[in-house]
């Protein structure tokens, strides 16, 4: 009687579950393999549009999907809640920090980009960046909590401490949070406030490089200088930031007083690349050749901002479009394996860059599905529907469309909440009260506990 050898279905490890992640399993669920998605959270989100988030528009439910969510569709797919600390490649096998091991046939790795301060990692709590829905709450918290404090300070003393924010960082999420907060300021803020003026509020954007947007345009980066300066934001550029400090920062040589400083100048792959023991680049991300592995192990994929590949003399843009475009890459590239198929190289499909500035205010170099460079409301209509369409989860999508359509007609937005502690970096106590380390405070004369509201004349 012959006996017949019962085969394993490869298993497929994907370690991340952004853009890369996500779009890998879903796609993978459609082929005879065991695929195991691993996060160390439970939920993918939406990071173009985290700023939302930061400057109280979209709340934290409406950009994010629970993973399992999004594959419960893959009868073949599990998701698992864990984080990878190690990995043995002769073995193929990855430890995880709960202290189990998993052996893989292929390993995927998309675990993103975290902030880069340049060496100065003591700069992170006093100037937060934009990478989590946890730093997103973070920087909503610092920003409506400067109202908050003057507010209070203004009816208590008779003066407030100047509404300065100062965003380092001219790139995309640097331009759209410096609109936002102009956006917020002017707009939402306005009439909620009854000692302060929150419209007087104070938003600098500093880059270290010749222009914002470097990666747009020339045309573009000018427009959106243009955009930025008529909602009130003051752009510095070729000013090198030397100094964050509560409550000030130093660039140029010139102390700039912040009440909220928020980094958006710089990004570094994800340190697990380097745990790999392949080599990266300066940034950490993994040498990759045109199939997205590592040279010498072709069933280990990297992905996403964790990959450095090459196309045309140049290094694909670390964002969401050619993360989803290799996470459906090895999809193919692992079916063709199944197949006995030769591999097809990565070739990344640019359909254009955009970035929001505020309400009505946006630049976009569109190139699909046609070629153009649009600034003003077309470009910012043009962002609101392809924001839209990318969204996972219908009930996403419904929930930003219905919040973005109020806030525009309404100009007011209902996710201003503030979650934990009610300090800031440089604002200090003093006499029993809460005041913000700095050299001028906003006076009114007479403004103390019988102080007239915002718009009336004092004694």
Aim: hydrophobic residues 40%; aromatic residues 8%.
């Amino acid at each position: 009687m012959a006996t017949h050898a019962i085969q394993r279905r490869p298993r497929v490890l994907v370690i991340g579950g952004g853009f890369a992640g996500t779009h890998a399993a879903k796609a993978l669920g459609r082929l005879p393999v065991d695929v195991t998605v691993v996060d160390r959270r439970n939920h993918f989100t939406f990071q173009p549009l985290l700023y939302q988030v930061g400057l109280a528009v979209l709340s934290p439910g409406d950009i994010a999907e629970p993973i399992r969510t999004i594959v419960r569709g893959n009868s073949n797919t599990e998701v698992l809640m864990d984080e990878a600390v190690g990995f043995d490649l002769a073995a193929r096998r990855v430890k995880f920090r709960s202290g189990a091991e998993m052996s893989y046939d292929y390993l995927m790795l998309a675990t993103g980009a975290t902030h880069s301060y340049f060496g100065h990692d003591e700069w992170e709590h006093l100037a937060p960046g934009l990478k989590t829905i946890e730093d997103a709450i973070e920087i909503r918290r610092r920003v409506l909590l400067a109202f908050e404090l003057a507010e209070r300070r203004m009816l208590e003393t008779g003066s407030h401490p100047p509404l300065n924010f100062v965003v380092i960082g001219g790139g995309p999420t640097g331009v759209e949070l410096a609109g936002a907060i102009r956006d917020i300021s002017r707009h939402y803020l306005q009439h909620d406030f009854r000692h302060i003026d929150p419209t007087r509020a104070r938003v600098m954007l500093i880059e270290g490089g010749p222009r914002v947007l470097a990666a747009y345009p020339e045309e573009l980066s000018r427009k959106a200088v243009e955009q930025l300066n008529g909602l009130g934001v003051e752009v510095h550029t070729s000013t090198q930031v030397t100094d964050v400090q509560p409550g000030y920062v130093v660039a140029g040589g010139e102390r700039l007083d912040a009440v909220v400083t928020l980094w958006a100048a710089g990004v570094q792959a994800s340190p697990l690349g380097k745990l790999l023991g392949v080599p990266t680049d300066r940034r950490g991300c993994v040498l990759v050749n045109s199939t997205l592995n590592p040279e010498g192990h072709p069933e280990i994929f990297v992905c996403g901002d964790l990959a450095h590949v090459e196309q045309d003399g140049h290094q694909v843009p670390g964002v969401a479009q050619p993360a989803m475009q290799m996470g459906d890459h090895v999809a193919r590239m692992i079916e063709a394996d199944l197949n006995h198929q030769p591999r097809r190289p990565f070739r990344y499909f640019d359909k254009g860059d955009m970035a929001t500035i505020g309400r009505n205010a946006a630049v976009a170099d569109v190139k699909w599905p046609f070629h153009g460079r649009l600034s003003g409301f077309a470009a910012w209509a043009t962002w609101l529907l392809v924001h839209i369409y990318f969204l996972i989860g219908f009930r996403n999508r419904l929930a930003v469309l219905s919040q973005w359509v109020w806030s525009y007609l309404t100009f007011n937005s209902g996710v201003r909440l503030i979650y934990g502690s009610q300090a800031l970096p440089g604002w200090v106590a003093q006499d029993g009260a809460d005041r913000a380390a700095g050299p001028m405070d906003v006076t009114v004369p007479g403004f103390h506990e019988d102080a007239p509201k915002k718009g009336a004349a004092a004694d």
